[in-house]
């Protein structure tokens, strides 16, 4: 009795000296609520300062850069661009990112001071030219922007409409390796399987207002960056992450998902 219990005391040991060890140096598992430094301390996470101003936007459990691009009319290239990210893949939730274009810097020109005591003040002139008002009216681009033609990304049955809350586009029924087409001229701001429900998608950026996305393809036939013309052929219809063969088609205005029927020309 005394040997077996001799021989039961060493083993727990032996279990508790190797539990022991395997416990050094392993990572515990990270809270995205538990950011800080020392016990009572809270560490202040890049751009807080920026937290709620327009054109800025505060991470969230699970987002991506890819995410947030599309969500905000962006290219997430750009977003990298401008908050000067190291590692686009590490963001935290509660980070501030940058998601427009920064302001041009404006050259404050002075007047210039005259040499000699006496010179004479200027005299008021007439009124300015047309040609000088207009150099410093505000511009309008939002008409221009908006006056774009799409086209159908695809031919086929209309499959499933926009819905704001379930269905962010329009689902177009196809066969595999059907020609999924440009819907207007822009360039490609994302071409990959990164984006969680999506499959192989292209992201198509038109101008500030307009992006499109093309989703669950079987091929994809651009780059990023690249310079795309309307009804060029991008990709070719698949079912990559989607349960049957379709194009899934979205267009957003300024990052919010519009209904594309009531953009899209007539087939």
């Not at 004479?120 to 309008?140: C, D, E, G, R």
């Not at 399987?193 to 992006?211: D, E, F, M, S, V």
Request: aromatic share 6%.
């Amino acid at each position: 009795m005394f040997r077996a219990g001799m021989w039961g005391l060493a083993a727990l040991v032996a279990a508790l000296a190797l539990s022991g060890c395997s416990n050094k140096g392993r990572l515990a598992p990270m809270d995205d609520h538990s950011i800080g430094g020392a016990r009572g301390t809270t560490r202040v996470l890049p751009g807080a300062e920026n937290a709620g101003k327009p054109g800025y936007y505060t991470v969230k459990p699970g987002d991506t850069l890819i995410r947030i691009g599309m969500d905000n009319g962006q290219s997430w290239r750009d977003i990298i661009r401008w908050n000067k990210l190291d590692n686009p893949n590490l963001i935290e939730t509660g980070q501030v990112l940058r998601v427009a274009p920064p302001a041009p810097e404006v050259a404050v020109v002075r007047p210039a001071t005259s040499s000699t005591a006496t010179a004479p003040m200027p005299v008021a002139s007439a009124p300015s030219s047309p040609a000088t008002t207009s150099a410093v009216a505000p511009a309008a681009p939002s008409a221009v922007e908006d006056a774009i033609s799409f086209q159908w990304p695809a031919r086929g049955n209309l499959i499933s409409g926009f819905d704001e809350s379930k269905n962010k586009g329009l689902d177009i029924g196809g066969k595999v390796g059907d020609p999924v087409l440009a819907a207007a001229d822009g360039r490609v701001v994302y071409a990959g399987a990164g984006l969680r429900g999506y499959g192989n998608l292209i992201i198509l950026k038109h101008n500030n207002t307009y992006l499109t996305a093309y989703a669950h393809n079987q091929t994809l036939l651009v780059k990023e960056d690249q310079a795309i013309k309307r009804g060029q052929k991008i990709a070719e219809m698949g079912n990559s992450d989607a349960d049957q063969v379709k194009l899934h088609f979205e267009i957003r205005r300024q990052g919010k998902p519009v209904d594309p029927a009531k953009y899209l020309s007539a087939n």
